[in-house]
C-alpha cells in the first residue's frame, strides 16, 4: 500500500525558509514521478514543482530561484526546501506521487497523481 507523509510545516515570518518532507512507503518512490502541490483557502490545487527519474525537478514559475526539490533516495524521501518565503505562499502544501509514470508527464495536474499525503501547512506572516 503506498502511502506518502509530509511534515515540516509552520509559521514564519516572510523572508523565512522552511523545509518539507514527504517520507513515501509502499514502493520505490525515485523511480517514479513524485510533485509538490499546495492549496490557499478558497483557492484550487496548484503545483509547486515535480521530479521524475531523470532527477530534474521543474518548478512554478513564482518559486523558481526560492524552492528547491530533492530526494534521498536511501531514505525514499522527497524534500522542499522553501526560501525567502512570501505571505502568498501561505497553504497547505501536499505531496503527490505516481507510481506508474518514470517521468512525469507536462503540467501540474492534479488528475495525474494516484496518491496523495495528507498535506502539511505553511503559514508566512508579514
Known amino acids: 500500500q503506498v502511502q506518502l507523509v509530509e511534515s515540516g510545516g509552520g509559521s514564519v515570518q516572510a523572508g523565512g525558509s522552511l523545509r518539507l518532507s514527504c517520507e513515501v512507503s509502499?514502493?520505490?518512490?525515485?523511480?517514479?514521478?513524485l510533485a509538490w502541490f499546495r492549496q490557499s483557502l478558497g483557492k484550487e490545487r496548484e503545483g509547486v514543482g515535480k521530479?521524475?527519474?531523470?532527477?530534474?525537478?521543474t518548478y512554478k514559475d513564482s518559486v523558481k530561484g526560492r524552492f528547491t526539490i530533492s530526494r534521498d533516495n536511501a531514505k525514499n524521501t522527497l524534500y522542499l526546501q522553501m526560501n525567502g518565503l512570501k505571505p502568498e505562499d501561505t497553504a497547505m502544501y501536499y505531496c503527490a506521487a505516481n507510481d506508474r509514470a518514470r517521468y512525469c508527464a507536462a503540467g501540474f495536474w492534479t488528475a495525474s497523481y494516484p496518491y496523495w499525503g495528507q498535506g502539511t501547512q505553511v503559514t508566512v506572516s508579514s
Open positions: 509502499g514502493y520505490t518512490a525515485f523511480s517514479s514521478c
Open positions: 521530479v521524475g527519474i531523470d532527477g530534474t525537478p
